[in-house]
């Protein structure tokens, strides 16, 4: 992959991580909030969790098996997107 590709697919992720985001929390992320501890802010709990994991497989079209993340994963928009990224 070129350079403009992984920027491209970089891109992608951000995105698909904002849309869960906000779709199952109701919060938009800013960029300057990247590292915002959604769980001790009170915005991310267990059932949030598990409807992220349902949107995420949905909008990835493959199965995320519960092995391959921990409620780390959870805490913050990169932590998300380091996991979608990993799947």
Not at 29 to 35: A, G, K, Y
Not at 72 to 80: E, L, M
């Amino acid at each position: 992959l070129d350079v403009n590709e992984r920027e491209d697919i970089m891109k992608n992720y951000r995105k698909l991580v904002n849309d869960v985001i906000y779709e199952v929390i109701g919060v938009e992320v800013d960029e300057n909030q990247h590292n915002l501890d959604l769980i001790e802010n009170g915005l991310m709990d267990s059932l949030s969790m598990v409807n992220m994991i349902l949107l995420m497989e949905e909008k990835l079209g493959k199965r995320i098996d519960c092995s391959e993340f921990t409620n780390d994963d959870f805490r913050s928009f990169k932590a998300i997107e380091s996991l979608v990224q990993r799947v």
